[in-house]
Protein backbone atom coordinates (compact mmCIF):
# COMPACT_ATOMS: atom_id res chain seq x y z
CA UNK A 1 0.00 0.00 0.00
CA UNK A 2 1.17 3.47 -0.91
CA UNK A 3 0.96 6.73 0.94
CA UNK A 4 -2.12 8.12 -1.03
CA UNK A 5 -3.98 4.97 0.21
CA UNK A 6 -3.08 4.77 3.50
CA UNK A 7 -4.18 7.80 3.78
CA UNK A 8 -7.41 7.48 2.12
CA UNK A 9 -8.35 4.24 4.37
CA UNK A 10 -6.79 5.86 7.70
CA UNK A 11 -9.85 6.46 9.13
CA UNK A 12 -11.59 3.58 8.35
CA UNK A 13 -8.49 1.90 9.83
CA UNK A 14 -8.82 4.23 13.14
CA UNK A 15 -12.74 3.26 13.24
CA UNK A 16 -12.18 -0.38 12.85
CA UNK A 17 -14.17 -0.33 10.01
CA UNK A 18 -11.42 -2.42 7.39
CA UNK A 19 -11.57 -6.07 6.76
CA UNK A 20 -8.94 -8.04 8.06
CA UNK A 21 -6.58 -8.21 4.79
CA UNK A 22 -6.85 -3.86 4.72
CA UNK A 23 -5.64 -3.56 8.41
CA UNK A 24 -2.61 -5.78 7.57
CA UNK A 25 -1.97 -3.75 4.25
CA UNK A 26 -2.22 -0.48 6.32
CA UNK A 27 -0.10 -1.75 9.37
CA UNK A 28 2.37 -2.44 6.89
CA UNK A 29 2.71 0.48 5.56
CA UNK A 30 2.41 2.36 8.78
CA UNK A 31 5.13 0.38 10.30
CA UNK A 32 7.77 1.65 7.36
CA UNK A 33 6.12 5.10 6.85
CA UNK A 34 6.54 8.07 9.20
CA UNK A 35 4.24 10.11 8.12
CA UNK A 36 1.15 8.14 7.78
CA UNK A 37 2.07 7.06 11.41
CA UNK A 38 1.74 10.59 12.39
CA UNK A 39 -1.21 11.12 10.26
CA UNK A 40 -2.77 8.53 12.46
CA UNK A 41 -1.65 9.02 15.77
CA UNK A 42 -3.07 12.91 15.44
CA UNK A 43 -6.55 11.53 13.93
CA UNK A 44 -6.98 9.02 16.79
CA UNK A 45 -6.24 11.89 19.71
CA UNK A 46 -8.37 13.72 17.93
CA UNK A 47 -11.05 11.54 17.78
CA UNK A 48 -10.46 10.53 21.66
CA UNK A 49 -10.81 14.19 22.24
CA UNK A 50 -13.88 14.84 20.40
CA UNK A 51 -15.78 11.51 22.13
CA UNK A 52 -15.50 13.98 25.38
CA UNK A 53 -17.97 16.28 23.82
CA UNK A 54 -20.20 13.21 23.86
CA UNK A 55 -21.21 13.49 27.52
CA UNK A 56 -22.49 16.80 27.60
CA UNK A 57 -25.76 16.60 29.50
CA UNK A 58 -29.38 18.23 28.71
CA UNK A 59 -30.34 20.97 30.87
CA UNK A 60 -33.07 19.85 33.21
CA UNK A 61 -35.90 21.93 32.12
CA UNK A 62 -35.53 20.44 28.57
CA UNK A 63 -35.65 16.72 30.19
CA UNK A 64 -38.84 17.26 32.13
CA UNK A 65 -40.52 19.00 28.88
CA UNK A 66 -39.26 15.75 27.05
CA UNK A 67 -40.67 13.80 30.21
CA UNK A 68 -43.89 15.56 29.08
CA UNK A 69 -43.66 14.69 25.51
CA UNK A 70 -43.54 11.49 26.14
CA UNK A 71 -45.80 10.94 29.59
CA UNK A 72 -49.03 11.76 27.53
CA UNK A 73 -48.96 9.27 24.54
CA UNK A 74 -50.47 7.84 22.94
CA UNK A 75 -52.44 10.84 22.28
CA UNK A 76 -49.45 13.90 23.72
CA UNK A 77 -50.77 16.79 25.82
CA UNK A 78 -48.02 19.16 25.83
CA UNK A 79 -48.07 21.66 28.71
CA UNK A 80 -45.72 24.77 28.80
CA UNK A 81 -45.87 28.27 29.57
CA UNK A 82 -47.17 30.93 26.48
CA UNK A 83 -46.65 34.45 28.24
CA UNK A 84 -45.17 35.57 31.64
CA UNK A 85 -47.78 38.09 31.64
CA UNK A 86 -48.51 38.68 35.40
CA UNK A 87 -52.12 39.90 34.37
CA UNK A 88 -52.40 36.19 32.59
CA UNK A 89 -50.57 34.07 35.11
CA UNK A 90 -53.83 32.28 36.05
CA UNK A 91 -53.72 31.16 32.01
CA UNK A 92 -49.80 31.15 32.22
CA UNK A 93 -50.17 27.15 30.92
CA UNK A 94 -51.74 26.26 27.87
CA UNK A 95 -52.89 23.01 26.50
CA UNK A 96 -51.47 21.92 23.25
CA UNK A 97 -52.78 19.01 21.57
CA UNK A 98 -50.58 17.46 18.95
CA UNK A 99 -52.60 16.46 16.45
CA UNK A 100 -52.60 12.42 16.01
CA UNK A 101 -55.13 11.94 13.35
CA UNK A 102 -52.70 11.73 10.01
CA UNK A 103 -48.74 10.33 10.85
CA UNK A 104 -46.50 11.31 8.03
CA UNK A 105 -43.26 10.04 7.20
CA UNK A 106 -41.76 12.99 6.04
CA UNK A 107 -41.97 16.48 6.93
CA UNK A 108 -42.76 19.05 6.37
CA UNK A 109 -44.68 18.65 3.37
CA UNK A 110 -43.21 20.75 0.13
CA UNK A 111 -45.91 23.40 0.19
CA UNK A 112 -46.14 24.15 3.85
CA UNK A 113 -42.35 24.47 3.40
CA UNK A 114 -42.67 26.81 0.90
CA UNK A 115 -45.21 28.40 2.45
CA UNK A 116 -42.90 28.96 5.30
CA UNK A 117 -40.02 29.96 3.17
CA UNK A 118 -42.20 32.62 1.86
CA UNK A 119 -43.26 34.29 4.87
CA UNK A 120 -39.50 33.99 6.20
CA UNK A 121 -38.33 35.93 3.01
CA UNK A 122 -40.93 38.51 3.17
CA UNK A 123 -40.16 39.07 7.13
CA UNK A 124 -36.00 38.97 6.35
CA UNK A 125 -36.23 41.60 4.11
CA UNK A 126 -36.19 45.03 4.94
CA UNK A 127 -38.69 46.54 2.00
CA UNK A 128 -39.71 50.05 2.68
CA UNK A 129 -43.34 50.44 4.49
CA UNK A 130 -46.12 52.21 2.48
CA UNK A 131 -47.85 53.03 5.39
CA UNK A 132 -46.38 54.76 8.36
CA UNK A 133 -47.22 56.84 11.77
CA UNK A 134 -50.58 55.91 11.49
CA UNK A 135 -52.31 52.68 13.66
CA UNK A 136 -53.33 49.67 13.22
CA UNK A 137 -56.69 50.14 12.01
CA UNK A 138 -56.16 52.46 9.89
CA UNK A 139 -53.38 50.16 8.28
CA UNK A 140 -56.12 47.61 8.14
CA UNK A 141 -58.37 50.28 5.76
CA UNK A 142 -55.97 51.50 4.22
CA UNK A 143 -55.72 48.21 2.02
CA UNK A 144 -58.71 48.86 0.90
CA UNK A 145 -59.33 49.17 -2.64
CA UNK A 146 -55.38 48.10 -2.93
CA UNK A 147 -56.17 44.01 -2.39
CA UNK A 148 -59.32 42.39 -2.47
CA UNK A 149 -59.81 40.84 0.45
CA UNK A 150 -60.79 42.89 3.95
CA UNK A 151 -58.11 42.68 6.20
CA UNK A 152 -58.11 42.39 10.16
CA UNK A 153 -54.84 43.10 12.25
CA UNK A 154 -53.54 41.34 14.94
CA UNK A 155 -55.64 43.84 17.46
CA UNK A 156 -54.66 45.59 20.67
CA UNK A 157 -55.05 42.38 22.53
CA UNK A 158 -51.03 41.15 22.62
CA UNK A 159 -49.31 42.52 25.30
CA UNK A 160 -45.73 44.76 24.65
CA UNK A 161 -46.72 45.02 20.81
CA UNK A 162 -46.61 47.88 18.72
CA UNK A 163 -47.59 48.40 14.78
CA UNK A 164 -44.49 49.58 12.77
CA UNK A 165 -46.08 49.85 9.72
CA UNK A 166 -47.91 48.38 6.38
CA UNK A 167 -47.62 47.27 2.88
CA UNK A 168 -48.82 45.21 -0.03
CA UNK A 169 -46.85 42.05 -0.83
CA UNK A 170 -47.40 38.82 -1.94
CA UNK A 171 -46.78 35.34 -0.66
CA UNK A 172 -46.94 31.96 -3.20
CA UNK A 173 -49.22 33.92 -6.00
CA UNK A 174 -51.35 35.24 -3.90
CA UNK A 175 -51.39 38.84 -2.96
CA UNK A 176 -50.92 39.22 0.71
CA UNK A 177 -51.21 42.00 3.98
CA UNK A 178 -47.85 42.85 4.87
CA UNK A 179 -48.12 44.31 8.50
CA UNK A 180 -44.47 45.29 10.93
CA UNK A 181 -44.96 45.28 14.57
CA UNK A 182 -42.75 45.05 17.03
CA UNK A 183 -43.27 42.21 20.36
CA UNK A 184 -40.99 41.97 23.13
CA UNK A 185 -38.35 44.39 21.15
CA UNK A 186 -38.13 41.61 18.47
CA UNK A 187 -39.37 42.74 14.62
CA UNK A 188 -42.64 40.48 13.87
CA UNK A 189 -43.80 40.51 10.39
CA UNK A 190 -48.34 39.47 10.15
CA UNK A 191 -49.23 38.44 6.73
CA UNK A 192 -52.73 38.13 5.63
CA UNK A 193 -53.71 36.54 2.66
CA UNK A 194 -56.33 34.22 0.81
CA UNK A 195 -56.61 30.89 1.51
CA UNK A 196 -57.34 29.73 -1.80
CA UNK A 197 -56.12 25.94 -2.66
CA UNK A 198 -53.33 26.02 -0.58
CA UNK A 199 -52.84 22.80 1.65
CA UNK A 200 -52.68 23.93 5.16
CA UNK A 201 -51.97 20.37 6.50
CA UNK A 202 -48.83 18.43 6.85
CA UNK A 203 -46.35 20.31 8.70
CA UNK A 204 -46.33 20.47 12.58
CA UNK A 205 -50.00 20.89 13.23
CA UNK A 206 -51.00 21.88 16.78
CA UNK A 207 -54.84 22.63 17.97
CA UNK A 208 -54.96 25.22 20.44
CA UNK A 209 -57.99 26.56 21.28
CA UNK A 210 -59.84 25.54 19.12
CA UNK A 211 -57.65 26.74 16.50
CA UNK A 212 -55.54 24.77 14.13
CA UNK A 213 -51.52 25.97 13.92
CA UNK A 214 -49.16 25.10 12.02
CA UNK A 215 -45.84 26.12 12.91
CA UNK A 216 -42.30 26.16 10.60
CA UNK A 217 -39.00 27.51 10.39
CA UNK A 218 -36.69 28.21 8.22
CA UNK A 219 -32.73 30.47 7.94
CA UNK A 220 -33.47 30.66 11.91
CA UNK A 221 -36.78 32.35 12.10
CA UNK A 222 -39.57 30.46 13.17
CA UNK A 223 -43.45 31.12 11.31
CA UNK A 224 -46.89 30.22 12.52
CA UNK A 225 -49.95 30.02 10.60
CA UNK A 226 -53.53 29.63 10.91
CA UNK A 227 -56.44 29.36 8.78
CA UNK A 228 -59.50 31.34 9.35
CA UNK A 229 -62.27 30.86 7.34
CA UNK A 230 -61.02 31.46 3.72
CA UNK A 231 -57.63 33.43 4.82
CA UNK A 232 -54.47 32.55 6.58
CA UNK A 233 -53.06 34.72 9.18
CA UNK A 234 -48.78 34.48 9.25
CA UNK A 235 -46.68 35.73 11.73
CA UNK A 236 -42.83 35.38 11.03
CA UNK A 237 -40.26 36.32 13.71
CA UNK A 238 -37.03 35.21 15.65
CA UNK A 239 -39.43 35.26 18.85
CA UNK A 240 -39.94 31.35 20.27
CA UNK A 241 -42.75 30.07 18.65
CA UNK A 242 -44.82 29.55 21.29
CA UNK A 243 -44.91 33.55 21.32
CA UNK A 244 -46.25 33.75 17.74
CA UNK A 245 -48.27 30.69 18.32
CA UNK A 246 -50.11 33.00 21.17
CA UNK A 247 -50.44 36.16 19.23
CA UNK A 248 -52.33 34.25 16.48
CA UNK A 249 -54.54 32.37 19.06
CA UNK A 250 -55.20 35.89 21.12
CA UNK A 251 -55.56 37.80 17.98
CA UNK A 252 -58.95 39.78 18.01
CA UNK B 1 -35.11 9.47 29.27
CA UNK B 2 -32.88 7.64 27.04
CA UNK B 3 -30.56 9.08 24.68
CA UNK B 4 -31.66 12.53 25.83
CA UNK B 5 -28.37 13.32 26.81
CA UNK B 6 -26.21 12.27 23.67
CA UNK B 7 -29.17 13.73 21.35
CA UNK B 8 -28.59 17.03 23.21
CA UNK B 9 -24.87 16.65 22.92
CA UNK B 10 -24.82 16.11 19.17
CA UNK B 11 -27.54 18.99 18.58
CA UNK B 12 -25.75 21.72 20.65
CA UNK B 13 -22.58 20.76 18.32
CA UNK B 14 -25.06 20.50 14.85
CA UNK B 15 -26.78 23.89 15.70
CA UNK B 16 -23.80 25.57 17.34
CA UNK B 17 -26.40 27.34 20.04
CA UNK B 18 -27.75 25.99 23.31
CA UNK B 19 -31.40 27.60 22.38
CA UNK B 20 -31.53 26.41 18.78
CA UNK B 21 -30.38 22.88 20.20
CA UNK B 22 -33.17 22.44 22.69
CA UNK B 23 -35.94 23.29 20.44
CA UNK B 24 -34.33 20.93 17.88
CA UNK B 25 -34.20 18.25 20.85
CA UNK B 26 -37.60 18.94 21.26
CA UNK B 27 -38.77 18.59 17.63
CA UNK B 28 -36.94 15.54 17.72
CA UNK B 29 -39.32 13.92 20.45
CA UNK B 30 -42.66 15.56 19.22
CA UNK B 31 -41.79 13.54 16.42
CA UNK B 32 -40.53 10.52 17.47
CA UNK B 33 -43.66 10.18 19.39
CA UNK B 34 -45.64 11.08 16.90
CA UNK B 35 -44.06 8.63 14.65
CA UNK B 36 -43.40 5.77 16.72
CA UNK B 37 -45.54 3.49 15.09
CA UNK B 38 -42.91 3.86 12.07
CA UNK B 39 -40.51 2.26 14.65
CA UNK B 40 -39.72 -1.38 14.43
CA UNK B 41 -39.18 -2.89 17.57
CA UNK B 42 -35.70 -4.79 17.88
CA UNK B 43 -34.54 -2.19 15.88
CA UNK B 44 -31.69 0.24 16.97
CA UNK B 45 -33.71 2.88 18.37
CA UNK B 46 -30.71 5.19 19.00
CA UNK B 47 -30.22 5.48 15.43
CA UNK B 48 -33.65 5.77 14.50
CA UNK B 49 -34.22 8.79 17.35
CA UNK B 50 -30.69 10.41 15.03
CA UNK B 51 -32.47 9.78 11.73
CA UNK B 52 -35.19 11.89 13.15
CA UNK B 53 -32.64 14.80 14.84
CA UNK B 54 -30.88 14.75 11.96
CA UNK B 55 -33.85 14.92 9.40
CA UNK B 56 -34.97 18.02 11.03
CA UNK B 57 -31.63 19.56 11.48
CA UNK B 58 -31.88 19.57 7.79
CA UNK B 59 -35.00 20.41 6.73
CA UNK B 60 -35.60 23.19 9.72
CA UNK B 61 -32.27 24.55 11.29
CA UNK B 62 -29.55 24.47 8.73
CA UNK B 63 -28.39 27.71 8.22
CA UNK B 64 -27.58 29.15 4.78
CA UNK B 65 -24.69 31.20 5.76
CA UNK B 66 -20.95 30.94 3.93
CA UNK B 67 -18.25 29.21 6.38
CA UNK B 68 -15.70 32.20 4.88
CA UNK B 69 -12.69 30.79 6.88
CA UNK B 70 -13.51 27.29 4.98
CA UNK B 71 -13.84 28.46 1.78
CA UNK B 72 -10.62 30.37 1.90
CA UNK B 73 -9.06 27.50 3.37
CA UNK B 74 -10.21 24.94 0.66
CA UNK B 75 -8.44 27.54 -2.42
CA UNK B 76 -5.11 26.52 -0.83
CA UNK B 77 -6.38 22.75 0.40
CA UNK B 78 -3.04 21.04 -0.89
CA UNK B 79 -1.04 23.65 1.71
CA UNK B 80 -2.78 23.05 4.55
CA UNK B 81 -2.05 19.12 3.52
CA UNK B 82 1.52 19.77 3.42
CA UNK B 83 1.94 21.55 6.75
CA UNK B 84 -0.44 19.19 8.23
CA UNK B 85 1.46 16.08 7.21
CA UNK B 86 4.79 17.81 8.50
CA UNK B 87 2.79 18.75 11.99
CA UNK B 88 1.54 15.29 12.30
CA UNK B 89 4.74 13.64 12.36
CA UNK B 90 6.45 16.43 14.88
CA UNK B 91 3.11 15.50 17.02
CA UNK B 92 3.49 12.12 17.14
CA UNK B 93 6.80 12.20 18.56
CA UNK B 94 5.51 14.15 21.31
CA UNK B 95 2.44 14.92 21.49
CA UNK B 96 2.21 16.97 25.37
CA UNK B 97 4.35 19.07 24.01
CA UNK B 98 2.47 20.33 20.33
CA UNK B 99 0.57 23.07 19.82
CA UNK B 100 -2.24 20.33 19.07
CA UNK B 101 -2.53 19.18 22.47
CA UNK B 102 -3.60 22.39 23.58
CA UNK B 103 -5.77 23.36 20.86
CA UNK B 104 -7.68 19.91 21.47
CA UNK B 105 -9.05 21.64 24.99
CA UNK B 106 -9.19 25.29 23.35
CA UNK B 107 -9.59 25.25 19.66
CA UNK B 108 -11.15 22.17 18.83
CA UNK B 109 -14.88 23.05 19.14
CA UNK B 110 -14.22 26.65 17.27
CA UNK B 111 -12.97 24.28 14.56
CA UNK B 112 -15.63 21.93 14.20
CA UNK B 113 -18.19 24.89 14.25
CA UNK B 114 -16.67 26.14 11.02
CA UNK B 115 -17.06 22.97 9.63
CA UNK B 116 -19.84 22.85 6.45
CA UNK B 117 -23.21 21.09 7.73
CA UNK B 118 -22.72 17.69 5.91
CA UNK B 119 -19.06 17.24 7.04
CA UNK B 120 -19.55 18.42 11.01
CA UNK B 121 -22.79 15.86 10.64
CA UNK B 122 -20.78 12.99 9.86
CA UNK B 123 -17.91 14.22 12.32
CA UNK B 124 -20.24 14.63 15.64
CA UNK B 125 -21.79 10.58 14.50
CA UNK B 126 -18.79 8.96 14.57
CA UNK B 127 -16.66 10.87 16.74
CA UNK B 128 -18.85 12.34 19.17
CA UNK B 129 -21.56 10.03 19.48
CA UNK B 130 -19.23 6.56 18.30
CA UNK B 131 -22.02 5.05 15.65
CA UNK B 132 -20.57 2.87 13.30
CA UNK B 133 -20.53 3.57 9.17
CA UNK B 134 -23.70 1.47 9.12
CA UNK B 135 -25.13 3.32 11.52
CA UNK B 136 -24.47 6.58 9.80
CA UNK B 137 -25.09 5.69 6.37
CA UNK B 138 -28.76 4.33 7.85
CA UNK B 139 -29.23 8.01 9.82
CA UNK B 140 -28.19 9.92 7.01
CA UNK B 141 -29.76 7.70 4.59
CA UNK B 142 -26.39 8.10 2.59
CA UNK B 143 -24.43 5.13 0.91
CA UNK B 144 -21.41 3.84 2.98
CA UNK B 145 -19.08 5.45 0.45
CA UNK B 146 -20.29 8.82 0.79
CA UNK B 147 -20.22 8.74 4.73
CA UNK B 148 -16.39 7.53 4.23
CA UNK B 149 -15.23 10.19 1.90
CA UNK B 150 -16.74 12.65 4.26
CA UNK B 151 -15.59 11.63 7.51
CA UNK B 152 -12.11 11.52 6.08
CA UNK B 153 -12.92 14.66 4.47
CA UNK B 154 -14.23 16.50 7.69
CA UNK B 155 -11.48 15.49 9.88
CA UNK B 156 -8.97 16.30 7.52
CA UNK B 157 -10.70 20.16 7.22
CA UNK B 158 -11.05 20.33 11.03
CA UNK B 159 -7.32 19.57 11.24
CA UNK B 160 -6.24 22.24 8.73
CA UNK B 161 -8.74 24.35 11.03
CA UNK B 162 -5.89 23.80 13.56
CA UNK B 163 -3.66 24.86 11.69
CA UNK B 164 -4.96 27.62 10.13
CA UNK B 165 -5.52 28.63 14.40
CA UNK B 166 -1.26 27.54 14.97
CA UNK B 167 -0.43 29.30 11.51
CA UNK B 168 -2.16 32.59 12.38
CA UNK B 169 -0.60 32.68 16.08
CA UNK B 170 2.82 32.43 14.65
CA UNK B 171 3.01 29.32 16.44
CA UNK B 172 3.71 26.75 13.17
CA UNK B 173 5.33 28.25 10.75
CA UNK B 174 3.34 28.76 6.52
CA UNK B 175 5.19 26.45 4.03
CA UNK B 176 7.65 28.66 1.66
CA UNK B 177 8.32 28.73 -1.92
CA UNK B 178 10.35 25.30 -2.72
CA UNK B 179 9.77 23.79 0.67
CA UNK B 180 8.83 21.07 -1.62
CA UNK B 181 8.87 20.55 -4.75
CA UNK B 182 5.82 19.76 -5.82
CA UNK B 183 4.84 21.68 -8.65
CA UNK B 184 1.11 22.61 -8.11
CA UNK B 185 2.72 24.31 -4.52
CA UNK B 186 5.06 26.43 -6.32
CA UNK B 187 2.82 29.04 -7.40
CA UNK B 188 1.71 30.08 -4.30
CA UNK B 189 2.26 29.51 -0.63
CA UNK B 190 0.38 30.46 2.59
CA UNK B 191 2.11 33.41 3.69
CA UNK B 192 1.02 34.92 -0.13
CA UNK B 193 -2.12 34.12 0.86
CA UNK B 194 -2.42 35.35 3.87
CA UNK B 195 -1.63 38.70 2.71
CA UNK B 196 -4.08 38.64 -0.04
CA UNK B 197 -6.99 37.37 1.80
CA UNK B 198 -5.67 40.46 4.38
CA UNK B 199 -5.32 43.01 1.74
CA UNK B 200 -9.21 42.32 0.35
CA UNK B 201 -11.61 44.07 2.23
ZN1 LIG C 1 2.71 6.75 4.04
Known amino acids: MNCISSKKF???????????????????????????AGVLCLKRDMKTELAKRGNAAAPEH???????????????WWQRPVVAAPVAAAAAFMLLMWSHSTPQTTLPKDEVALLVQDVVDRHVRELPMEIQNANQNTAASWFQGKIDFPVRPLGTGIRNATFQGARVSNVRENQAAQMVYRVDGKKVTFMVFPANQLAIQGGDLLTVRGKQILTGRRNGYNVALAKDGDMIYAVSSDLPIKRLVSLLVNRK | MEHLDSLYASALKMTRNQVEAEELVQDTFVRAFRFKKNFEWGTNLKAWLFRILTNTFINDYRHKKHEQRYIERAAVEPLYDQVLNQQAVKYASNPENHVFSKYFKEKLDSALEELPDDFRTVVVLSDVEGFSYKEISEILETPMGTVMSRLHRGRKLLQHGLVDYAVEAGVIAPPSVGDKSDEQQSTTDLSEFRRKREATP
Open chain 1, 62 to 76: LRRQIEMISSGSPRV
Open chain 1, 10 to 36: VDAYLDGELEAGMMLEIETHLESCEEC
